[in-house]
């Protein structure tokens, strides 16, 4: 995982835009962490992070895990915007 994430670093630039932040956190994931062993609470969240990825928010621009949660940008502009605030 480290050679592609360094790999990645080579081409990255930063780019200033409008962005909508969507911050999504479990809920109850920590007292559901507590009760289940660790590769299933891995599953859970893998599984969690698929559904998100694949069929809500499969037009944002940035993904990040936060743990029990996901960042992810949607770019908008003037003519946009309540469109992707929409979706």
């Given at each position: 995982m480290h050679r592609i994430?360094?790999?990645?670093?080579?081409?990255?630039?930063?780019?200033?835009?409008?962005?909508?932040?969507?911050?999504?956190?479990?809920?109850?994931?920590?007292a559901f962490s507590q009760t289940r062993e660790s590769p299933d609470t891995a599953m859970f969240i893998k599984r969690v992070y698929m559904k998100l990825v694949d069929s809500y928010f499969n037009f944002a621009s940035f993904y990040k895990s936060t743990g029990d949660g996901l960042l992810l940008t949607i770019p908008f502009n003037e003519s946009n915007l309540k469109e992707m605030a929409q979706r």
């Amino acid at each position: 995982m480290h050679r592609i994430f360094r790999k990645a670093l080579d081409s990255a630039t930063g780019v200033s835009r409008f962005v909508i932040a969507v911050i999504v956190d479990i809920r109850g994931f920590s007292a559901f962490s507590q009760t289940r062993e660790s590769p299933d609470t891995a599953m859970f969240i893998k599984r969690v992070y698929m559904k998100l990825v694949d069929s809500y928010f499969n037009f944002a621009s940035f993904y990040k895990s936060t743990g029990d949660g996901l960042l992810l940008t949607i770019p908008f502009n003037e003519s946009n915007l309540k469109e992707m605030a929409q979706r």
